[in-house]
């Protein structure tokens, strides 16, 4: 099982990047799927999560309304559209997955087992 994450770059503040995430080795639409980030010096923080099918969606309060987190289940892969970026969203991103994952702690990164590499996003002012 293995998650690839890509589409990380350097972007201007008010620009826009897509994330995505591929996943292989089994299906994943059954997972809740998440994306989280690691700022320089911080601690990995919960971004945005789509819960199985896609029944429900959660962002962290820092990007609601600038990112859309989808998926595409029959390719296995999840996205983040990120627009109206800032300097502080600057930050290592990790997508993640796990089957398990309920509703309620769908923002809880110690719920999921499967890791992305993570992708660099950088925001200059």
């Known amino acids: 099982v293995q998650l690839q994450a890509s589409g990380g770059g350097l972007v201007q503040a008010g620009g826009s990047l897509r994330l995505s995430c591929s996943a292989s080795?089994?299906?994943?639409?059954?997972?809740?799927m998440a994306w989280f980030r690691q700022a320089p010096g911080k601690a990995r923080e919960f971004v945005a999560g789509?819960?199985?099918?896609?029944?429900?969606?959660q962002y962290a309060d820092s990007v609601k309304g600038r990112f859309t987190i989808s998926r595409v289940n029959v390719e296995n892969t999840l996205y983040l559209q990120m627009n109206s970026l800032k300097p502080e969203d600057t930050a290592v991103y990790y997508c993640?997955?796990?089957?398990?994952?309920?509703?309620?702690?769908?923002?809880?990164?110690?719920?999921?087992?499967?890791w992305g590499q993570g992708t660099l996003v950088t925001v200059s002012s």
């Open positions: 789509i819960f199985r099918s896609g029944s429900s969606i």
């Open positions: 080795g089994r299906t994943f639409s059954r997972d809740t």
């Open positions: 993640a997955a796990d089957r398990s994952v309920i509703l309620s702690a769908m923002r809880d990164q110690e719920q999921y087992d499967y």
